[in-house]
Structures are given as C-alpha cells and as structure tokens.
Nanobody, 124 residues
Framework: QVQLVESGGGLVQAGGSLRLSCAAS????????MAWFRQAPGKERGFVAT????????RYADSVKGRFTISTRNAENTVFLEMNSLKPEDTAVYYC?????????????????WGQGTQVTVSS
C-alpha cells in the first residue's frame, strides 16, 4: 500500500504560480503511476496530469497544457505539480493519486491510492 500526503496549496492571484507536492510512503515506486486530479466546488473530480516513476513523457489535460508541469523526485518519493499562469477556473481541491499499474490513465477509477487533497484558490 501507498500513503499520499499533499501540500503547497494556498491563495494566489490570477497569472501567478504555485507548486504542489505529494509525499508518498515507501521507497520503491518505479513501477507506480502518479497523477493529479482536482475538484472545484459543485463540480466532479477531473484529471489534471499523470507521470510514471520510471520516467517517460507525462500526460496532461488539455485545460492545463503549457501551464502545468508534473515531475518526480524518486529519492524523496515525491511528485510535484508546478502551476503557472493560474486562472480563477483553476480553483479547486487538488488530489494526488497513485496506481500500482504501469499504464498512464486519466480515469479516476484507474488509481488505487489517494491523498486528502490541498486547496488552491486563484483570485481574479
């Protein structure tokens, strides 16, 4: 099993940047797939980005391409989400997720473990 803890959320003005972190338990996660999802008030949880611990090209939702960057630091068992050019519509609770499978997916059901979420608020 994997335990995930997100951090780094907060309040930022439109056009600003924010960096989220997700600390994962365990030290051997090369066969895992990591992802970020988000859920805005009154809306369903949606996919943001995903990446494998073993490397390779990450995958992004169209709404964040060119603005967000997902990355990992394997020695620290940590995945990051660098968010730039933030918009008010990016306001949401951001969740870190992990899958024991090797296939990158945007489907929520494809992930086995979830963090508690961290709030990101973007003001206009």
């Amino acid at each position: 099993q994997v335990q995930l803890v997100e951090s780094g959320g907060g309040l930022v003005q439109a056009g600003g940047s924010l960096r989220l972190s997700c600390a994962a338990s365990g030290r051997t996660l090369k066969n895992y797939v990591m992802a970020w999802f988000r859920q805005a008030p009154g809306k369903e949880r949606g996919f943001v980005a995903t990446i494998s611990w073993s490397g390779g090209a990450p995958r992004y939702a169209d709404s964040v391409k060119g603005r967000f960057t997902i990355s990992t630091r394997n020695a620290e068992n940590t995945v990051f989400l660098e968010m730039n050019s933030l918009k008010p519509e990016d306001t949401a609770v951001y969740y870190c997720a992990a899958s024991s499978g090797a296939l990158l997916t945007a489907r929520e059901a494809g992930y086995d473990y979830w963090g508690q979420g961290t709030q990101v608020t973007v003001s206009s």
